[in-house]
């Protein structure tokens, strides 16, 4: 019977299949194996018995199901992998473990994943920019209402808003590539991190094991990986997950039917909106996608809780740790995914867009038309309560801040008809947006192509 939702309804295969109960499993597997070809290449482990125990070290030779069957006796899940190890290693099944501690594997299994994981996100973060900048690029000049405290307030580029989205990625991928070493380290010095267990050569045995598996090797622990690395991974995780919500809400927002100027792809032959309002185009990824974001931020703080272990360690976190970390990545995957999905579709309505300017009444033009007296020889505290009591006007009256500002001598007298329809043009008010635009296109294809 499937409880979570992650069974049934969320996540993409390639992503839980890594923290599947099987990933984990051949991943623990890989780990132990690791171990006893280190010993062969030290020469504890003959070659032959490191040749049987590599062939057994199969998830379809020593299953997660006899692990399971044997732990539900023994009550310890890595000491039921070892003795379904050696009971199909036969004679080679005395240097399965041999000098570890089950954090040995069990941390270095998950740095195992965390790194899978990693490849993943960086592919899926790649993709997501790539098509942020194909936007960036198309709506570059795209001119629409810049709002803020939710009203209007004065032209920009849809460009610019997606080169800001384009940005914040480019940032989230470096935040990753450079803290990937920190977070896929894994450890092999024991039950309390002295080595003891190991012997005299336990740096150099950890060091082969941690090299072959392509992990990174920690300066020192205790009995467990260090904590504040799953944190940075969590937290990282976390970020992402706000500046995806950060970019669906806008969407959702610039969805309102008051609104209107931008959509998510609808397929009007099959698609339902509504099961009682047949007219409703919901932007339902969007909001799928941004719902989710909320539980992956939500891991950060038992992430952090999971840090605050006993001495050496204790067990407080593993049960913790099996939410935290696979739910983290298998959800923020699927709504990277699903961002993905929707910028790739969006419908973007210049018309609208155009029209939203033109419904303010010139009004977004204020600040415009202030400077441009200011260029002029007027104060600029002056300039300012000129357009304010002229907006003002506007406001009370119901017409065009253009019209205002031609009937009122301090502005008439300085701009004629054609100077005012030149101001009130908001293509003449968009600054340096497009070299802006082109200048994060730039930094971003560069980073996706390192």
Not at 48 to 66: F, L
Not at 301 to 324: G, K, Q, V
Not at 366 to 373: D, P, R, S, W
């Amino acid at each position: 019977m499937s409880v979570s939702p992650l069974d049934y309804r969320y996540g993409r295969d390639e992503a839980k299949a890594i923290w599947s109960r099987e990933g984990r499993h051949s991943r623990q597997l890989e780990v132990e194996r690791a171990l006893v070809w280190a010993h062969c290449k030290m020469g504890r482990v003959s070659a032959e018995h490191y040749d049987m125990v590599a062939d057994i070290s199969d998830p379809g030779i020593v299953t997660a199901d006899r692990v399971e069957e044997i732990e539900a006796e023994t009550k310890h899940d890595i000491m039921a992998l070892t003795k379904a190890m050696a009971e199909a290693a036969g004679e080679a099944g005395w240097c399965i473990h041999l000098g570890a501690t089950s954090n040995d594997i069990v941390d270095s299994a998950v740095a195992l994943q965390i790194k899978d994981s990693v490849e993943i996100q960086i592919t899926s973060l790649k993709g997501l920019i790539t098509t942020l900048c194909d936007m960036a690029e198309r709506e570059r000049d795209t001119i629409m209402i810049g709002r803020t405290h939710g009203q209007a307030a004065v032209p920009i580029t849809f460009g610019l808003k997606v080169a800001v989205w384009v940005d914040e990625f480019r940032r989230h991928l470096e935040r990753l590539v450079s803290m990937r070493p920190r977070i896929t380290a894994g450890k092999f010095l024991g039950a309390v991190g002295t080595g003891a267990a190991q012997g005299d050569n336990a740096l150099e045995l950890q060091g082969l094991i941690l090299q072959e598996l392509g992990l990174e090797i920690p300066v020192a622990t205790t009995q467990v990986v260090g904590r504040d690395r799953y944190i940075e991974w969590v937290g990282w995780m976390a970020n992402v997950s706000t500046s995806i919500e950060k970019v669906l809400q806008e969407v959702r927002n610039l969805q309102r039917s008051e609104i209107a100027e931008v959509a998510e792809a609808f397929d009007v032959e099959k698609q339902v909106g509504s099961s009682t309002m047949a007219h409703k185009r919901n932007p339902i990824t969007a909001e799928n996608a941004c719902g989710l974001a909320r539980i992956v931020r939500s891991m950060i703080i038992p992430s952090y809780e999971n840090a605050l272990l006993w001495h050496e360690r204790d067990l407080a976190n593993s049960s913790s740790e099996r939410f935290t970390l696979s739910h983290s990545m298998i959800l923020l995957d699927d709504i990277i995914s699903k961002c993905d999905r929707v910028m790739s579709r969006l419908v973007v309505d210049r018309d609208r867009m155009l029209q939203n300017i033109e419904s303010q009444n010139g009004l977004v033009m204020a600040e415009k038309i202030m400077l441009a007296l200011v260029d002029n020889g007027m104060p600029r505290d002056e300039a300012h309560e000129v357009l304010r009591s002229s907006s003002m006007n506007a406001l009370d009256t119901g017409r065009n801040l253009k019209v205002v500002c031609s009937e009122d001598s301090r502005i008439s007298d300085v701009f004629d008809g054609s100077e005012l329809d030149r101001l009130f043009s908001p293509s003449s008010h968009l600054g340096v947006s497009g070299e802006i635009v082109d200048n994060a296109i730039s930094i971003a294809r560069k980073a996706i192509d390192q």
